[in-house]
């Protein structure tokens, strides 16, 4: 039994191997890759169509070839020939068979096929369908057009597609329809009249929606403005044998391009010798003037919107001109000498001054710095004057611009000139830098940067050693420019150290120690306590760890959490910046909490300590709320603010809201009665007071109030509990217009008006009193010639001189113009008075 058993098992498996065999041969076919039956291409795109024999034995494969819908051969390009519109190429080592089309037309659309012989008797072929169709092109669309203010202007872009494409505009990103100054045509955007606003990017956009097809041209529309030359003085003057520059100013977009015209000859300048004009700035450069340059010249603007010019007269005249101021450089502790030459007619006189300042050197030794000379060599004949100013041991401040002058009666001719002072090195600059700090192996960046003339070359030494010689992977050097970088890893701690930075030019060397120290978290707050405490709120006193130079705080934060809840995790947080109050808010009142601050710096958050357990009060009254103005006077323990009002008839209170203790604030009240302080007491006219209650705001505009008057405010808020405790402040409203008048115009006050009476009367007697004297040797003026003259104002009382001193500032008593000390200022219902007894401002009375 078991032999027939396995004799079935041997003849299933043969049969199996049988199928698998037939299954496993390969029907012989050609595979035109890509495989999709229709290629579908733009007019002008290429294409590559491979032909690939999918049979079991290619060597079997003969007469491999491409034809067109004629059934015409397509042949292969033959050697040295330029590439045909379409041809066949042999690839994969002659396993394929390529139909490359170089630039797709609409003639070339069709059925193209492939067709081989498999071993010889066995026909193979395949076929494949090339669709074209005309892509969207921009036919007339440039990306950059240009209109003229003020014209009508189409924005081209014109389209061609097969099918037709529509096409619509967009503007940073919205549509643009066809309404009031833009109107869309076939051939673009029509603008009529263009602004400056116009400039911008437009969206060509089209659109063929049989084929799905979507372009956009991007087209930048720059609004171009015709050129407007600004007027030219009437007259130029240049000075004769000197160089000459003027600069004509245009506006226009795009900028214009200039042109200086000789009216005489109608010449352009730049042709004429010793002239140059910078076409794009407008200056024209005359190197050397002459007399025949003497004429009328214009300035003409040029742009792609228009023209414009403007005339002038050149006129040549013989000024002074500084032939020769050159620069020196000189080193530290040597002498200097700063040499000016100059020519007019006559020789000018030459004196220098520092660059910014006004004030000149004169001829010969200085008396503000006897280390300075100043000499004149003046040659008449050659009409030319040499100043030399010789400075005896420079220093780094003699280091700068310096203006010679050449002066002549006809003008004045300045030009710069430059002393540089070398000297060694120095880190002047670089002594007061903490040290630099890094932690974790961060790269850290140690900068040098040396002070020197000429620049000096730095070296970096650690330990005494050249960095650059001890090949450590772990320092790198980088210069740029004065400055040397040292970079350094600290991947040991022996790198926590001190590094030296040698700077060296020609005239000397210099050192500088920098520190590399190692970053830690700060550590823990000594101490907070809480300032102020409210239902909801608590601000505390912190104070934080000592600090490194260089390292600062940057945050400090807090934890807080109910003080029965053990459970740190639960806690919330809050972080201010080291400036700022650390006040905690969000509390619930009648609630303990515990408190834990830790502080912040780059490295990291340090130890939470400073635990603080503090509990809120009960929900109570708002907390009293605080004015918004500066008062004149400040506030004491018996005192009121005193601010003042610019105003004589209004006045507008400004307060911050004050904490709520648990309960919202609903409501303020502002009470404001007028009155007056006498002797510290403080009385209130009756039934003049102004009681009312604002709903959210912090403001309130104080209005029909009397002018040069005392005004006592009271201000409350007020909660579900009930109200604050009031905050007072006093107010003294502006005198009104026509006491200002008065004040302003000295010629009305009553001082002025009696000194003309006065003035008047001593005049009428002198009169009287000289016909006295020339009749009859009598009067006054008789006296006087026989006795000493004394001085008018001898004959006035001190009480009259002390009486028109006060009707002119009649409060200002005291010695600084204030309030005598042992006065008050006080309202009675009419005006204010001053009486002995206790001050109320130190500027009340104005």
């Known amino acids: 039994m078991t032999a027939r058993l396995n004799s079935l098992s041997i003849a299933i498996l043969c049969w199996i191997t049988v199928l698998g065999l037939v299954r496993c041969q390969k029907v012989p076919s050609l595979q035109i890759l890509p495989a999709a039956s229709v290629q579908r291409k733009p007019v002008g795109a290429s294409l590559l169509l491979t032909c690939r024999p999918d049979v079991p034995d290619s060597a079997l494969i003969s007469d491999l070839r491409w034809s067109d819908n004629r059934n015409m051969t397509i042949p292969p390009k033959a050697a040295g020939q330029s590439s045909p519109p379409i041809y066949t190429e042999s690839i994969a080592s002659g396993q394929a068979l390529a139909l490359i089309f170089n630039s797709l037309q609409e003639s070339m659309a069709g059925v193209y096929y492939c067709a081989a012989s498999y071993s010889v008797t066995e026909q193979l072929g395949a076929s494949v369908s090339v669709e074209t169709y005309v892509a969207i092109?921009?036919?007339?669309?440039?990306?950059?057009?240009?209109?003229?203010?003020?014209?009508?202007?189409?924005?081209?872009?014109?389209?061609?597609?097969?099918?037709?494409?529509?096409v619509d505009w967009l503007r940073n990103g919205d549509p643009i329809k066809s309404s009031g100054r833009y109107v869309i045509e076939n051939r673009g955007l029509l603008i009529r009249n263009v602004s400056e606003s116009d400039d911008g990017l437009y969206t060509c956009r089209a659109a063929v929606i049989s084929t799905g097809e979507l372009a956009k041209r991007v087209i930048r529309v720059e609004v171009q403005i015709k050129p407007e030359v600004q007027k030219l003085p009437l007259v130029l003057d240049a000075v004769e044998g000197q160089s000459f520059s003027y600069l004509c100013n245009a506006t226009g977009k795009p900028v214009p391009e200039f042109q200086w015209i000789k009216k005489s000859t109608q010449q352009n300048v730049v042709d004429i010798d010793r002239f140059s004009v910078n076409a794009l700035t407008g200056q024209l450069d005359i190197s050397r003037v002459e007399q025949d340059d003497h004429d009328t010249y214009s300035c003409v603007?040029?742009?792609?919107?228009?023209?414009?010019?403007?005339?002038?007269?050149?006129?040549?005249?013989?000024?002074?001109?500084?032939?020769?101021?050159?620069?020196?450089?000189?080193?530290?502790?040597?002498?200097?000498?700063?040499?000016?030459?100059?020519?007019?007619?006559?020789?000018?006189e030459i004196t220098f001054r520092r660059f910014g300042t006004t004030e000149e050197y004169s001829v010969g030794l200085q008396v503000s710095d006897d280390r300075i000379v100043l000499d004149l060599d003046t040659n008449a004949e050659r009409g030319e004057t040499i100043g030399s100013l010789r400075i005896h041991k420079v220093d780094k401040t003699d280091d700068g611009l310096y203006d010679c002058i050449a002066r002549n009666p006809g003008d004045v001719a300045y030009k710069v000139g430059h002393i540089t002072v070398e000297y060694k090195p120095n880190f002047d600059n670089m002594k007061s830098l903490p040290p630099v700090y890094t932690w974790e192996q961060r790269p850290?960046?140690?900068?040098?940067?040396?002070?020197?003339?000429?620049?000096?070359?730095?070296?970096?030494?650690?330990n005494d050693r050249r960095v650059l010689d001890l090949y450590d992977i772990n320092m790198k050097v980088e210069n740029v420019g004065a400055r040397s970088d040292l970079i350094i890893i600290p991947r040991e701690p022996r790198?926590?150290?001190?590094?030296?930075?040698?700077?060296?030019?020609?005239?000397?060397?210099?050192?500088?120690?920098?520190?590399?120290?190692?970053?830690?978290?700060?550590?823990?707050?000594?101490?907070?306590?809480?300032?102020?405490?409210?239902?909801?709120?608590?601000?505390?006193?912190?104070?934080?760890?000592?600090?490194?130079?260089?390292?600062?705080?940057?945050?400090?934060?807090?934890?807080?959490?109910?003080?029965?809840?053990?459970?740190?995790?639960?806690?919330?947080?809050?972080?201010?910046?080291?400036?700022?109050?650390?006040?905690?808010?969000g509390l619930r009142p009648q609630t303990s909490y515990s408190f834990r601050f830790a502080v912040r710096n780059i490295v990291g958050l340090g130890q939470w300590a400073a635990y603080v357990v503090h509990s809120t009060p009960k929900r109570s009254e708002p907390e009293t709320p605080k004015t918004l103005h500066t008062p004149i006077q400040e506030e004491d323990e018996e005192d009121d603010a005193i601010v003042t009002s610019p105003y004589a008839d209004h006045f507008e209170l400004r307060w911050n809201v004050p904490v709520d203790n648990g309960?919202?604030?609903?409501?303020?009240?502002?009470?404001?009665?007028?009155?007056?302080?006498?002797?510290?007491?403080?009385?209130?006219?009756?039934?003049?007071?102004?009681?009312?209650?604002?709903?959210?705001?912090?403001?309130?505009?104080?209005?029909?109030?009397?002018?040069?008057?005392?005004?006592?405010?009271?201000?409350?808020?007020?909660?579900?509990?009930?109200?604050?405790?009031?905050a007072h402040l006093l107010l003294k409203t502006a005198r009104g217009i026509d006491v200002v008048l008065r004040v302003d115009d000295r010629a009305l006050s009553s001082a002025a008006v009696i000194g003309i009476v006065v003035g008047c009367v001593l005049l009428l007697l002198l009169v009287i009193d000289i016909l006295c004297c020339l009749i009859g040797n009598l009067g006054l003026l008789a006296m006087m010639c026989r006795r000493t003259k004394r001085s008018p104002s001898d004959?006035?009382?001190?009480?009259?001189?002390?009486?028109?001193?006060?009707?002119?500032?009649?409060?200002?008593?005291?010695?600084?113009?204030d309030v005598l000390k042992s006065s008050s200022v006080e309202f009675d219902g009419r005006g204010v008075q001053i009486r002995s007894g206790e001050i109320i401002g130190k500027n009340s009375a104005v």
Request: aromatic share 8%; with cysteine.
């Open 663 to 726: 309960e919202p604030i609903n409501f303020y009240r502002v009470k404001f009665c007028p009155g007056s302080k006498i002797n510290g007491v403080w009385t209130e006219l009756e039934g003049a007071c102004i009681e009312e209650d604002i709903q959210i705001s912090t403001s309130y505009e104080m209005r029909d109030l009397q002018a040069d008057t005392y005004y006592r405010i009271e201000l409350m808020a007020h909660n579900a509990i009930g109200f604050s405790k009031p």
């Open 795 to 817: 004959l006035m009382g001190d009480e009259e001189k002390l009486g028109r001193e006060d009707e002119k500032q009649p409060l200002n008593n005291g010695p600084d113009g």
């Open 301 to 348: 603007a040029k742009n792609a919107a228009g023209i414009s010019e403007s005339t002038t007269k050149l006129n040549v005249l013989i000024r002074p001109k500084i032939l020769e101021f050159m620069n020196i450089t000189v080193p530290e502790d040597s002498d200097a000498v700063l040499a000016c030459r100059a020519f007019g007619r006559p020789p000018p």
């Open 137 to 166: 092109t921009w036919k007339d669309a440039p990306e950059d057009q240009r209109p003229i203010l003020g014209d009508d202007y189409i924005v081209r872009c014109e389209v061609t597609a097969n099918p037709p494409a529509t």
């Open 495 to 585: 790198y926590y150290t001190s590094y030296k930075c040698v700077a060296t030019n020609r005239l000397g060397s210099e050192e500088h120690v920098m520190e590399l120290r190692e970053a830690r978290i700060p550590d823990a707050v000594g101490q907070a306590r809480p300032r102020s405490v409210s239902a909801t709120s608590m601000t505390f006193d912190i104070i934080p760890p000592a600090i490194e130079r260089g390292l600062p705080i940057t945050a400090v934060s807090v934890q807080y959490k109910e003080e029965f809840n053990p459970d740190w995790n639960t806690a919330l947080n809050r972080t201010w910046s080291p400036d700022s109050p650390y006040i905690v808010e």
């Open 444 to 462: 850290a960046n140690l900068s040098c940067l040396a002070q020197a003339i000429p620049n000096a070359t730095i070296e970096w030494r650690w």
